[in-house]
């Protein structure tokens, strides 16, 4: 079978997957720096998702590793699938959170004009991070439905 990039248990899929958990988390420091985040749901909203986004890329990362370590080839069709739901159900958390904390740092910077009592700044840069994990998630969660057609 041909190589696709970003499969797993190959060194572009590892990279793919330190890539989704170092923006998640980063999205959460960021965001945790930002004094008041939690007084809104969306920001709460995006920290769990992104928490959860960490967990799932590192797990993968650390099989991606052991697959390359040990040269395993981890296109199991049931695998396989685990990988696409995990990945389309953290994609579209991690898409709708994304988007709910960027229509509400919307609202506070151009409406309400609350941006000097709050640091905008920070919660944008942690819903831009979110924003490019979700984007890596995308790609994965692409290599992956192929991936799965194919096995």
């Known amino acids: 079978m041909k190589?696709?990039?970003?499969?797993?248990?190959?060194?572009?899929?590892?990279?793919?997957?330190?890539?989704?958990?170092?923006?998640?988390?980063?999205?959460?420091a960021v965001m945790v720096s930002a004094k008041g985040f939690s007084n809104y749901t969306a920001f709460c909203y995006?920290?769990?998702?992104?928490?959860?986004?960490?967990?799932?890329s590192f797990g993968l990362a650390c099989l991606d590793g052991y697959a390359l370590r040990r040269k395993r080839n981890l296109h199991n069709p049931v695998l396989v699938s685990l990988f696409v739901v995990g990945d389309w159900v953290t994609a579209l958390l991690?898409?709708?959170?994304?988007?709910?904390?960027?229509?509400?740092?919307?609202?506070?910077?151009?409406?309400?004009?609350?941006?000097?009592?709050?640091?905008?700044?920070?919660?944008?840069?942690?819903?831009?991070?979110?924003?490019?994990?979700?984007?890596l998630i995308g790609v994965s969660s692409h290599v992956m439905f192929w991936i799965l057609a194919s096995v």
Do not use: H
Request: some cysteine; hydrophobic content about 55%; aromatic content about 8%.
């Open 3 to 28: 190589e696709i990039i970003g499969s797993p248990g190959t060194v572009t899929g590892l990279a793919l997957r330190i890539g989704q958990c170092s923006f998640a988390a980063a999205s959460v």
């Open 46 to 56: 995006l920290i769990a998702s992104m928490g959860l986004q960490v967990l799932w």
């Open 94 to 135: 991690s898409l709708a959170a994304a988007c709910s904390s960027a229509g509400v740092a919307v609202l506070y910077a151009k409406d309400l004009k609350l941006c000097t009592n709050l640091p905008c700044s920070r919660y944008e840069i942690s819903i831009l991070m979110a924003f490019l994990t979700w984007l």
